[in-house]
């Protein structure tokens, strides 16, 4: 089992940045993918970034390849996403989530905790 408890939201102009902690428990942390998603409201969840068990290798959406930026440390047992460039189309509810397997997913469903999310709003 593992508890995912995310921070780091807030309220922020366009062009700034923000960054995101997803804090896990757990001993087994290192042998998840971990992932980012965000929901707006009256949309669907989607996938944001993701990062495999080793942070050897990192995914992106592509409204978000080359201004979000995931990364993780093991040995904290947090996985992050520093956002720059923000957008008043990121604005979002951010949930992060961990797959019990070595690589992550583009897909919800392929997950198996997630976290309560963190509100953040991009204003023009």
């Known amino acids: 089992q593992v508890q995912l408890v995310e921070s780091g939201g807030g309220l922020v102009q366009a062009g700034g940045s923000l960054r995101l902690s997803c804090a896990a428990s757990?001993?087994?942390?290192?042998?998840?993918?971990m992932g980012w998603f965000r929901q707006a409201p009256g949309k669907e969840r989607e996938f944001v970034a993701g990062?495999?068990?080793?942070?050897?290798?990192?995914y992106y959406a592509d409204s978000v390849k080359g201004r979000f930026t995931i990364s993780r440390d093991n040995a904290k047992n947090t996985v992050y996403l520093q956002m720059n460039s923000l957008k008043p189309e990121d604005t979002a509810v951010y949930y992060c989530?961990?797959?019990?397997?070595?690589?992550?997913?583009?897909?919800?469903?392929?997950?198996?905790?997630w976290g309560q999310g963190t509100q953040v709003t991009v204003s023009s």
């Open positions: 989530a961990a797959r019990t397997y070595y690589s992550a997913s583009y897909y919800v469903t392929n997950y198996d905790y």
């Open positions: 757990g001993r087994t942390f290192s042998s998840y993918a």
């Open positions: 990062i495999d068990w080793s942070g050897g290798s990192t």
